[in-house]
């Protein structure tokens, strides 16, 4: 069952995550509730809250947790967002980006470049396995 907030990107990496045999289990990461797993002081304090959380095979973290941010490319040079792919939860590791070029289906890893997001390859699930 999918979550009816997410957007049709969120949407299509959720289809992913559950089509994956890597993935054991995957959930929506709800913002700023108690529940939620968020990064802070990663801004200066503003609180950072990955969309999704995924347990990954053979990922060495607690509960074989990933955390996942899916961003359109419009973010991809806004503000703070580039920031985000070098944001590291104590537990988790560093959260993964990804997101698809505007009329482009593939999705990509992303890391950041200079003030931007940019492309590290092709997004695959395999690739949250690695912390």
Not at 6 to 35: F, G, T
Request: aromatic share 12%; proline share 6%; charged share 30%.
């Amino acid at each position: 069952m999918f979550p009816s907030d997410l957007n049709p990107d969120e949407r299509r990496i959720a289809e992913l995550l559950d089509d994956s045999a890597l993935v054991q289990w995957w959930h929506r990461n709800p913002k700023q509730k108690p529940e939620s797993v968020s990064l802070y002081a990663w801004d200066d304090g503003a609180g950072f809250f990955p969309d999704f959380l995924v347990s990954i095979r053979e990922r060495q973290t607690p509960g074989s947790i990933a955390l996942l941010e899916v961003k359109g490319q419009q973010l991809w040079g806004y503000d703070k967002e580039p920031d985000k792919a070098e944001a590291a939860h104590p537990d988790y590791g560093r959260v993964f980006v990804t997101g698809h070029r505007r009329g482009e289906n593939t999705f990509l890893m992303l890391r950041k470049r200079g003030e931007k997001l940019d492309s590290d390859g092709d997004f695959s699930i395999d690739r949250l396995k690695w912390t």
